[in-house]
């Protein structure tokens, strides 16, 4: 993976003007500085340096199977380049084709979030697999909470009428995070949406292809017993609270939407 960003032009670059790509001083070193821990090789263009800095980065992405960071400056991107000599050298490969291949074939099944991700990742991730696929069904299941930071694209899901399948597990709020800390906190709420609108919100109401439904019964079991809501002490409106497992909308549960 090469994250290529663009930037302002070398000669404002040189006037250490306070503009984007800089933190407001002007420097405009601090990204490619930031990304030093988590990329293999990085490269700051110029007309001078392009054609080698990015085969060296490249190499170093590709042999090492880490990530990369090309910072191309606006003026970089268009001046006249000599194209490299030679190709790219040759890289032995180590790896053991069997094993590449199970990966292969487990990767083309799963996009998951590694280790630990940000919410909200999958949704857009979901329509990058079904792009790059196409004709293959993409499943995604997503909480609510996640689903409700990228729920926009829905939207180009709908509109390129991707084969997909968006299950929502509508569960009233972060619930993982309840059962970490804060189980009747408010901030593990979140504002509840009507889901089975989304096709239509999205400019597809009118496409027999999408279809939203709710899944009846699902969540059935709640760990416990419903509570009122309570008064804030503070002397704002009456909260619920731990609505996760308990308010009558997460029986209806599950929400979907696909084609
Ligand atoms: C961008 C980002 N913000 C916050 C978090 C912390 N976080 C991890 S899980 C989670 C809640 C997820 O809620 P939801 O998607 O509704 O899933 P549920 O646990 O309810 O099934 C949060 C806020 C995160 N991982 N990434
Ligand atoms: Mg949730």
Redesign the pocket.
């Known amino acids: 993976m090469v994250h290529i960003v663009g930037a302002p032009a070398l000669a404002t670059q040189a006037l250490r003007r306070p503009i984007h790509h800089s933190l407001g001083d002007g420097e405009f070193g601090h990204f490619m500085a930031m990304h030093t821990a988590i990329t293999c090789a990085r490269a700051a263009l110029t007309p001078g340096n392009a054609v080698a800095e990015i085969d060296r980065v490249l190499i170093e992405v590709r042999d090492r199977r880490l990530p990369g960071y090309l910072l191309v400056p606006a003026d970089v991107a268009q001046a006249p380049a000599t194209p490299a000599a030679q190709p790219l050298p040759r890289h032995t490969d180590t790896t053991d084709p069997d094993a590449l291949d199970a990966f292969d074939a487990a990767r083309r099944l799963l996009a998951a979030g590694p280790l ?5 990742y999958t949704l857009p991730a979901l329509l990058g697999a079904c792009t790059a696929q196409p004709g293959r069904r993409g499943v995604l299941l ?6 409700q ?1 990228t729920v926009q694209e829905l939207a180009t899901v709908l509109q390129q009428r991707l084969p997909a399948v968006v299950v929502v ?1 509508d ?1 009233d ?5 309840r059962a970490i800390h804060g189980a009747d906190e408010r901030y593990n709420d ?1 504002t509840r949406w009507d889901w089975t609108h989304a096709p239509a919100f999205f400019g597809a109401g009118g496409d027999p292809g999408a279809h939203c439904g709710r899944a009846a019964g699902g969540l059935r079991r709640r760990r416990r017993a419903p509570r009122a809501a309570e008064p804030d002490p503070g002397g704002g409106p009456p909260r619920r609270r731990a609505r ?1 497992a308990r308010h009558p909308h997460a029986r209806a549960g599950t929400s979907w939407c696909s084609r």
């Open positions: 630990w991700a940000s919410i909200g997503i909480g609510d909470g996640a689903a930071l597990v569960n709020g972060y619930t993982v995070e979140i996760t």
